[in-house]
Nanobody, 119 residues
Framework: QVQLVESGGGLVQAGGSLRLSCAAP????????MGWFRQAPGKEREFVAA????????YYADSVKGRFTISKDNAKNTVYLRMNNLKPEDTAVYCC????????????WGRGTQVTVSS
């Protein structure tokens, strides 16, 4: 079992920035693909960004491309999501997830951190 703990959410005005962190105490991310997902009230969960185990490949939803940056620090067992130029439609609970090597699904999920963007 991998426990994921997100932090860094909060209330920000439109155009502002936040950096989310996702840590796995006592575990290593070195062989996991890590992803960020979000869920707004009344909507289904959607993919935001992902990064492969080496950090060499990143993937983004079209809605955040150019504004969000995912990165990871394997030495710190932490994944980050830098969010710039935030928009009210980015308001959601953001969760990180881990996909072990050899699997096609995200097996482990954090509880999430709330991001609220005011207009």
């Amino acid at each position: 079992q991998v426990q994921l703990v997100e932090s860094g959410g909060g209330l920000v005005q439109a155009g502002g920035s936040l950096r989310l962190s996702c840590a796995a105490p006592g575990r290593t991310f070195s062989t996991y693909r890590m992803g960020w997902f979000r869920q707004a009230p009344g909507k289904e969960r959607e993919f935001v960004a992902a990064i492969n185990w080496s950090g060499g490949d990143t993937y983004y939803a079209d809605s955040v491309k150019g504004r969000f940056t995912i990165s990871k620090d394997n030495a710190k067992n932490t994944v980050y999501l830098r969010m710039n130029n935030l928009k009210p439609e980015d308001t959601a609970v953001y969760c990180c997830a881990a996909r072990p090597a050899g699997r096609y699904d995200y097996a482990y999920w954090g509880r999430g951190t709330q991001v609220t963007v005011s207009s």
